[in-house]
């Protein structure tokens, strides 16, 4: 379902009802549209295209050389490269040469003319094997002979691109290998450098590294034993020594002094016990400072003696007990000194141990990044063979053989512009425009288009539906001058308007009612016709006489409809301004029972009369000489007019155009009038065509 303006749903055949009663919006711009599009495609100029077709056949490759010869590409990659070289300056220029364009040039062509050639020329696949080149140009001639020269070029560059690309190749390998080359050597020296860096802390040396470290470690506790065992042999002597003195040995002594020599002496010998602590009788330093105190001694002893007393065995207890406690802590600074030099070993071996898995590490990375490289260098020099032999191989048509197999002939017609298609989308476009215009007209109209329409916007009631009279007078020559009812007495138009004049009368007669105006919201509506039919209807049902008044005093135009003849001073206007005279001199009867006010000369401003009391005075005369009284007045939103004669009427009834009334100008209308004067509405010039009463009364016609 589909959505009108006023937000009422509506069926596909209402679409299609819609599009028939717009169609003059679709079928203008279709027409306007197709014509465009029909003079742009005939005034441009004919351009035409020459095709012509080629193969790219895959030879084959003996078992032997396909571990050689490089894979041939997917056609359509191969095919890209071709157009890639077929498209370079210098093959267009060759090509180029036989356009018509080219020959007033002189030497190379500009890039704007390259560049508008090669927009001329085309190439695509059509199979799988199988592919086509085009060429445009508005010479038929032209167009074949450049294509055909196209095909050749690019059957020349197919067999010149192997072995280019076997050439390129090599020299990319070669390249490569060196590269790699270098960079193997700058690995290998960077490997065997951190290997001497680190040489004590590599993995193999890591028992080396534990023993020694364990040898340390026993020399170290060595060492605090002898430093013990020196410390209490140094407390012992000390006290030795303090007993000595204090038993007075040095009373009575002379001092000796040593000499030179023998001051050596005693420091080699403190010496030699210190070296034999640490080493072993056949150390090479033990050996040599034993040597160096026999030839110390020798000296001595050759020394001319001093004259001197000699010393008692206390004094030399003392003396030796001296020497042995200086002995002593030479010992100790020597044994703590070899402890520091331990310690600082130890230390140094323990980090080369914690450090062995890093250094591990490092070097099986650098070792395997240099072996990954002899991989690919190995397998770089494979591939430098396989290029040298692959392009000593390259005239064995190894690859894609390109040839034409069906040359671009003589164009018959041209390729473009598609004279046809271009008119098809004008009219397309043209439809589609006119269709979204038809769309959006029929989306803003707020008019009524149907009976159900007015039904759901208002509970005015509707007396009667009267078709569109204007195509009834279209089938005949000139413009009728009587009403439906006594023009076509048969219709479909005057048995509606004989039902609405059977409403009008049933209500009259129940509410006791005798003067009814008909008015709509504005002009144009077919008030005036719906009067007089309605007034030429009852004039036969009804007991008595029946009256149309004129009181469209602005515009009178009953006598257009009717033909009747109104003489100067016989108009209603003229029996408002003398409310005494006979009626009869104002009246015209038509046939019988049917009798006429005419509203004669236009008056620019009636209100004034129609509000005097004359006219209601006039009115109340109307009531007792006629049955039913039926009021032409005026448009209601315009004028006052209209206002002023529902307070002399009974009822009001008004008429409103399908298709041309607005909604919302009919609401504003109703909303000046009392709902319970308004009797209901005429729905005027609906497409009876269209309505579900034109099939019965057909039928019903046809019957009879």
């Known amino acids: 379902m589909a959505t009108t303006g006023a937000g009422n749903s509506i069926s596909v055949f209402e679409l299609l009802e819609a599009l028939r009663r717009r169609k003059a919006y679709v079928i203008v711009p279709a027409l306007l549209l197709t014509l465009g599009f029909g003079l742009y495609a005939y005034t441009q100029p004919s351009r035409y295209r020459a095709t012509a077709r080629l193969a790219a056949e895959q030879t084959a490759t003996p078992d032997y050389l396909k571990h050689v010869v490089t894979p041939a590409p997917n056609v359509q990659d191969h095919l890209w490269t071709l157009r890639e070289m077929l498209f370079s300056p210098a093959v267009l ?116 590294n534990f023993r020694v470290a364990n040898e340390l470690q026993f020399q170290y506790q060595d060492r605090t034993a002898k430093i013990a065992d020196e410390e209490a042999r140094r407390t012992s002597i000390q006290q030795q020594i303090q007993d000595l003195e204090a038993k007075g040995v040095l009373d009575g002594q002379d001092v000796y002094e040593k000499t030179p ?3 050596k002496l005693d420091e080699l010998r403190i010496t030699e016990r210190e070296l034999e602590t640490r080493y072993k009788p056949g150390h090479p ?43 002593i802590g030479q010992r100790i600074r020597a044994y703590k000194q070899d402890q520091k030099d331990m310690s600082a070993k130890i230390t140094d071996l323990t980090k ?82 006119g269709l979204v215009l038809a769309f959006v007209l029929e989306q803003n109209d707020t ?127 003229d029996l408002l301004m003398n409310p005494a005279d006979s009626l009869d001199k104002y009246v015209q009867k038509t046939n019988a029972n049917f009798y006429i006010l005419p509203g004669g000369v236009p008056l620019a401003n009636p209100v004034a009369v129609l509000s005097s009391p004359k006219t209601r005075a006039v009115f109340e005369r109307l009531r007792q000489e006629f049955a039913i009284i039926i009021i032409d007045a005026p448009p209601t939103l315009p004028v006052a007019d209209s206002h002023i004669l529902s307070g002399l009427s009974d009822k009001v009834v008004f008429v409103v155009r399908a298709r041309q009334t607005p909604r919302e100008l009919f609401q504003h209308a109703l909303d000046g009038f009392d709902g319970a004067n308004l009797l209901g509405a005429v729905l005027n010039d609906v497409d009876y065509q269209r309505t579900r009463y034109a099939y019965a009364y057909e039928y019903y016609k046809t019957a009879a």
């Open 261 to 263: 020599a023998e001051i």
């Open 352 to 433: 080369k141990i914690e450090s062995i898995p890093q250094h591990e590490r490092v070097i099986g990375d650098m070792k395997r990044e240099y072996n990954v490289g002899e991989s690919q260098f190995r397998a770089l020099l494979d591939k430098q063979l396989d290029a040298k032999l692959a392009r000593g191989l390259a005239s064995s048509d190894t690859g894609f053989a390109f040839s034409i197999i069906e040359p671009a002939g003589l164009p018959t017609r041209p390729y473009s512009p598609q004279r046809p298609r271009l008119v098809l989308m004008g009219l397309g476009a043209g439809l589609g425009l």
């Open 285 to 327: 330093d033990v050996i040599k400072i034993k040597r160096q105190i026999e030839e110390t001694e020798k000296a001595v002893a050759a020394l001319p003696k001093k004259g001197r007393s000699e010393p008692s065995p206390t004094y030399l207890k003392y003396v030796e007990l001296k020497s042995e406690l200086e002995a």
């Open 447 to 573: 008019t009524f288009g149907t009976v159900d329409d007015f039904q759901s916007f208002t509970s005015l009631p509707i007396l009667g539906i009267i078709p569109n009279i204007q195509r009834i007078k279209r089938r005949k020559s000139g413009r009728t001058k009587n009403p439906m009812i006594i023009a076509e007495p048969e219709s479909v138009a005057a048995e509606q308007y004989r039902l609405l004049a059977l409403k009008i009368r049933q209500q009259c007669e129940t509410a006791n009612l005798k003067v009814v105006m008909i008015t709509s919201s504005a002009g144009t509506e077919g008030k005036s016709l719906t009067a007089i039919n309605i007034a030429a209807a009852l004039a036969p049902t009804v007991e008595g006489r029946v009256l149309l008044v004129e009181a469209d005093m602005r515009r009178p135009r009953l006598k257009e409809y009717i033909g009747i003849t109104v003489p100067p001073g016989k108009g209603f206007h």
């Open 93 to 208: 220029e060759e090509a180029a040469k036989l356009t018509k364009a080219s020959q007033p040039a002189r030497g190379n062509l500009t890039a704007r003319a390259l560049d508008a050639f090669k927009n001329n020329i085309d190439i695509k696949l059509d199979g799988e094997r199988t592919f086509q080149l085009s060429y445009e140009s508005p010479d038929r001639y032209e167009a074949m002979s450049v294509a055909n020269k196209l095909a050749e070029l690019l059957v020349e560059l197919a067999s010149m691109k192997h072995e280019q690309t076997n050439e390129e190749a090599e020299s990319v390998i070669a390249t490569q290998i060196e590269n790699l080359k270098k960079r193997l050597e700058q690995q290998g020296k960077q490997l065997e450098n951190y290997k001497s860096q680190v040489a004590h802390a590599l993995p193999e040396h890591i028992d080396d």
